[in-house]
């Protein structure tokens, strides 16, 4: 088998991936691993860099949380309303992940099913009641397009972290509350459709705005930000205010709960536990700052991902049909609730939980992880580092180093593939493509883990393997040691289990996301809710923009999230043959945007105007598959 290498090599800034590009792993893949070794380094004018796409060095560095930091500078940017759980180290980040990590249980995440299920409906009816749209589809009659995806995902998470995280509900545009539904004493100025109490945005408004523009915080001091006369800059200070204001005003309010007799078995909010902690090294600054790092990473993150699942699902028309059955064959009917967790595990463990986790391979939304080695008492200050061949290497302190999420996602050593990809004849596996199928344990698809064929290619599979570690090999996780991996949070024995280290959406080891379960909760249920009545297709009017109407005018409205009447009438009168060619070239164009067009500086999102849109309908509204 091959192993695993560590190489110096000067050329790296001069390939077309230069490191300098902070997501050069999304762009490039596992192409520099594949001529380079799973590992190599790089020696930089500010030190030795070291990418790394190798489960057994990631692994290692991960669960050694001493020797290998965080770089903490790095984050000062999500720093503005305190230190928190994400942005310390050593024993301050004990102390906060300590009282953290007791706000994510699985009492709140009953709440979490619940309330994303909800969410998803609402935000169904949202998509219907838009100008031009309708969610009573048949076939032939319009559907409900969707230009951009993200902001409505970016709200639906937002919304179900705000109800399950701080007790706060908030309202989509032209929602009202339910009939006999109350808003306890004080926190109707956190659900109001306008500014109330003095202030001059609403909190939905404020949370938006700091959550979109947060990077205007790293580029300038807030003094400075303060007086810059851009109307951009001026609305995020302005927000960053609000928003200041309101967790304030959460705050009292909680703590006002806490002295009149609330405790945390009274509450499921995730505010509460950080302020009835005995440590008395968590100040206010600490509470508010961990409160708004829930609400960022549980909105940006899971609304990527909702909305690339959507995407790929309408990309890949056979996989949505597989899942409608698994889902037929799978939930209560309508007006039966959903138990948790036994329905969670139930979807988590069938075809469902595979188009999940293929999502968060082919596109998590951290592209590189960073870390860097600490100075070493008893080696020099040095780090060691035990290769795939067993042999050790040792690094000198200050080695910054990526984790390449994109990268080892792709690493053929690692996951069953099948040797020939759908969408490029040159391509010697699938690994840039979207198979659901590579996490089923019991299937004949060519890239399934039950399959000799991807199995072959596997190092685990190979009989001459003489290798002393074990870490490559993939067992069956425990539920506990799945939440330590960071992997696959379901806990099933159904799907496919990647090495340590190989599938890393949520990081690996101590420092892996506290929300991990929250999340994959949340996209269970809104992916559930959604397709057991919908169906996505890709929104074609891009590619429909030169084509005339009967008449002889040429289409127009192409790209935007506008009326879509117009590309109903055309498509109604192709033929079956009109219509693959023009599906291909919309899948041709998306194809293009994922696998290229992605950008950010936090987390991998669509950026400028091109923008993959969708067609949803009721089932059986399809025009398309």
């Not at 192993?3 to 999304?26: E, F, H, R, T, V």
């Not at 930091?69 to 928190?84: L, T």
């Not at 061949?389 to 690692?414: E, K, M, W």
């Not at 409205?557 to 009447?565: A, D, L, N, S």
């Amino acid at each position: 088998m091959a192993y695993a290498s560590l190489k110096l090599d000067a050329s790296m800034a001069a390939q077309q991936s230069s490191i300098l590009d902070p997501i050069w792993s999304y762009r490039e893949r596992f192409r520099p691993f594949a001529e380079h070794g799973d590992a190599f380094l790089v020696v930089t004018p500010w030190g030795l860099y070291m990418a790394n796409a190798s489960p057994t060095l990631i692994h290692q560095i991960a669960t050694r949380r001493t020797d290998w930091v965080k770089p903490v500078e790095h984050y000062s940017v999500i720093e503005h309303f305190g230190p928190n759980v994400v942005t310390t180290e050593g024993s301050t980040w004990r102390d906060h992940r300590k009282v953290s990590s007791g706000a994510f249980n699985e009492r709140s995440n009953a709440v979490v099913w619940r309330e994303s299920k909800r969410q998803a409906e609402e935000m169904m009816s949202v998509w219907g009641r838009r100008e031009g749209n309708t969610s009573d589809v048949a076939e032939g009659k319009a559907g409900m397009w969707v230009g951009n995806v993200y902001p409505d995902a970016a709200t639906t998470s937002l919304h179900v972290i705000s109800r399950t995280g701080f007790g706060v509900r908030l309202l989509w545009e032209g929602e009202e509350m339910e009939e006999g539904e109350k808003v306890e004493e004080g926190y109707e100025r956190f659900t109001s459709h306008v500014p109330t109490r003095g202030h001059t945005m609403t909190f939905k408004e404020s949370i938006h705005t700091m959550l979109r523009d947060v990077i205007w915080m790293g580029l300038f001091s807030r003094g400075m930000l303060k007086k810059l006369p851009f109307k951009r800059t001026r609305k995020v200070w302005e927000a960053y205010t609000e928003l200041n204001d309101y967790l304030h005003e959460l705050l009292a309010l909680k703590k006002a709960a806490i002295a009149n007799g609330l405790t945390e078995k009274d509450t499921l909010d995730l505010m509460v536990p950080l302020i009835t902690s005995p440590d008395p090294s968590l100040p206010t600054l600490s509470i508010l700052g961990n409160a708004f790092i829930f609400m960022l990473a549980g909105h940006e993150t899971t609304a990527n991902s909702i909305t690339y699942l959507l995407i790929l699902l309408a990309l890949n028309p056979h996989a949505q049909r597989r899942l409608h059955r698994t889902l037929d064959a799978l939930l209560p009917a309508p007006g039966v609730p959903w138990p948790y967790p036994s329905l969670f595990h139930t979807l988590g463990n069938s075809y469902l939980g595979a188009c999940i986790n293929e999502q968060l391979r082919l596109l998590p939304s951290i592209p590189m992880i960073p870390k860097r080695s600490s100075p070493s008492s008893n080696s020099n200050n040095k780090q060691t580092l035990i290769l795939d061949t067993g042999d050790t290497i040792t690094l000198p302190a200050n080695t910054f180093q990526h984790f390449c999420c994109h990268s080892v996602h792709c690493n053929p050593r690692y996951w069953p593939h099948s040797p020939t990809s759908a969408r490029n004849p040159s391509a010697t596996d699938d690994l840039a493509d979207f198979v659901p199928e590579r996490w089923m344990r019991d299937d004949s698809h060519p890239s399934s883990s039950s399959s000799s064929a991807s199995s072959a290619k596997h190092p685990d599979n190979n009989n001459n393997n003489n290798n002393n570690n074990n870490e490559t090999t993939p067992h069956i996780q425990t539920v506990d040691e799945l939440q330590d991996l960071g992997g696959n949070d379901i806990g099933t024995s159904a799907l496919f289990t990647p090495p340590r280290g190989a599938f890393i959406p949520f990081s690996d080891g101590a420092r892996g996301c506290l929300g991990r379960r929250f999340a994959m909760v949340e996209l269970v249920a809104v992916a559930a809710r959604i397709f057991r009545d919908y169906a996505v297709e890709l929104d074609v009017r891009p590619v429909l923009g030169n084509l005339k109407t009967s008449d002889g005018a040429r289409a127009g409205g192409v790209g935007g999230g506008g009326i879509g009447g117009w590309a109903e009438d055309i498509i109604k009168g192709m033929g079956s043959q009109e219509k693959k060619e023009v599906y291909d070239k919309a899948s041709e164009r998306a194809w293009g945007i994922l696998d290229g067009g992605l950008g950010g500086l936090l987390t991998l999102q669509q950026k400028g105007s091109e923008r993959v849109g969708l067609r949803v309908v009721r089932r059986g509204g399809e025009v398309f598959s």
